[in-house]
C-alpha cells in the first residue's frame, strides 16, 4: 500500500466565513492528492455560510454538517466545533488534516506533504508555510512552529494526543499550540516544510485587547523590562505595554517560565550582534516550562477577557 492509497480526512470549521469559505474548499477540492473525506462543520453561521456550503454537499467526499451552539453562546469555541468534527473521522483514517476556513492551499500541498510524514512518522505532525501569519511560538526558542491552520497529523500522533481516541479529547483555548507541545512530550518532533505553501486570507489583526493580553503575559513569562520595551516600539504598541506594566504593579508572580526566557532573549540579543552562544536547555523543558504558560494564560484571557 502506498500513501497514496492511504485515507486522509479534513476537517474544516467554518463560522460567518462567508467571505473564504469557497476558496477555501476549492483549494482542497482540487488537490492532486485529494483526501478521502472532508469534514465541513458549520458552527452556526449568521451569514451566507450555510447556502455556500450547500453546493459542496452534492461531491461524494465532503461531509456538511451543522454544530448547534448552546442557547446564549455567541463565541466561536474552536475546540468544541473540533471534537464535534472529530466524531465523523473516519475509523481507518491514516491522516488527520486540518484546514482554517481562511486558508488556501496550494494545488499539490497533500502530494507533497504525505509521502514526507508517510516517511518520517516520527513526526507525528506537519504542514506548509503560512503566508500571513506569525510564528509566535517561534520567539520562545522552540524550533519553527507547524501552523495549526494548515496541519496534517499521523494517525498514532492523534489518537495519542487523546487518549486513545479519534475524538479530541481536550477543550483547551489554543489548541493548536496545545497539541504541539504535547506531541513534543510524547517523544514526536513535529517539522514544517518551508517549501510547500498556503495562504492566510484574514491574519488576526492586533487588537489593543490582544496587544494588553499579550504585555501582560508577557510580564508573567518572564521578560526583561529592556527587552519588553524594545518589542513595544518595534510593534508601535503602547497597550503591550500597559499590560505589562499591570503585571508589574500589581506584584503579579512571574511564571517558571521566567529564567529560559529571559536566557532567550539575552541569546536573542548575543547572536543579532555576531557573539555565539551554546544550547542551555533540553527541548523536554522548554516545552514543559511552554506548556504550562499556555495553561495560565488561557485561564487569564478566560477571566478578564471572556466574562
Not at 480526512?9 to 466565513?17: D, P, T
Not at 508555510?129 to 501552523?147: A, H, M, T, W
Not at 491552520?149 to 477543550?171: F, H, P, Q
Amino acid at each position: 500500500m502506498t500513501v497514496l492509497d492511504k485515507n486522509l480526512n479534513v476537517m474544516v470549521l467554518a463560522r460567518n466565513e462567508e467571505k473564504y469559505i469557497s476558496k477555501c474548499l476549492n483549494s482542497i477540492k482540487f488537490q492532486t492528492l485529494s483526501p478521502s473525506k472532508v469534514i465541513v462543520v458549520d458552527d452556526d453561521s449568521t451569514d451566507r455560510t450555510p447556502e455556500i456550503l450547500s453546493r459542496y454537499k452534492k461531491l461524494k467526499n465532503f461531509e456538511v454538517i451543522r454544530f448547534r451552539r448552546r442557547e446564549g453562546d455567541t463565541s466561536h469555541n474552536y475546540a468544541r466545533v473540533l471534537r464535534f468534527a472529530s466524531k465523523h473521522l473516519d475509523d481507518d483514517c491514516e491522516y488527520i488534516g486540518i484546514v482554517d476556513a481562511d486558508t488556501v492551499l496550494e494545488k499539490r500541498y497533500y502530494e507533497k506533504l504525505l509521502p514526507r510524514l508517510e516517511e518520517h512518522r516520527e513526526w507525528g505532525m506537519t504542514g506548509g508555510i503560512l503566508y500571513g501569519e506569525d510564528i509566535s511560538p517561534r520567539f520562545y526558542g522552540l524550533p519553527c512552529y507547524v501552523y495549526g491552520a494548515n496541519r496534517i497529523y499521523t494517525r498514532e500522533c492523534w489518537y495519542e494526543l487523546n487518549g486513545g481516541s479519534k475524538v479530541l479529547r481536550d477543550l483547551v483555548f489554543g489548541i493548536d499550540t496545545y497539541h504541539y507541545l504535547q506531541a513534543f512530550l510524547l517523544g514526536y518532533r513535529p517539522t514544517v516544510q518551508l517549501d510547500v505553501k498556503s495562504w492566510s486570507m484574514r491574519p488576526r489583526p492586533l487588537t489593543r485587547e490582544r496587544l494588553f493580553s499579550r504585555g501582560f503575559i508577557s510580564w508573567k513569562l518572564g521578560y526583561y523590562p529592556w527587552y519588553m520595551i524594545l518589542r513595544v516600539i518595534r510593534n508601535k504598541a503602547p497597550s503591550m505595554m500597559a499590560g505589562y506594566l499591570k503585571g508589574w504593579l500589581a506584584g503579579e508572580e512571574m511564571w517558571a517560565t521566567k529564567d529560559y526566557v529571559r536566557e532567550t532573549q539575552l541569546t536573542r540579543i548575543k547572536a543579532i550582534l555576531g557573539i555565539p552562544t551554546p544550547e542551555t536547555r533540553k527541548l523536554e523543558e522548554i516545552v514543559l516550562l511552554m506548556k504550562d504558560a499556555i495553561l495560565q494564560s488561557q485561564r487569564f484571557r478566560k477571566k478578564v477577557f471572556m466574562r
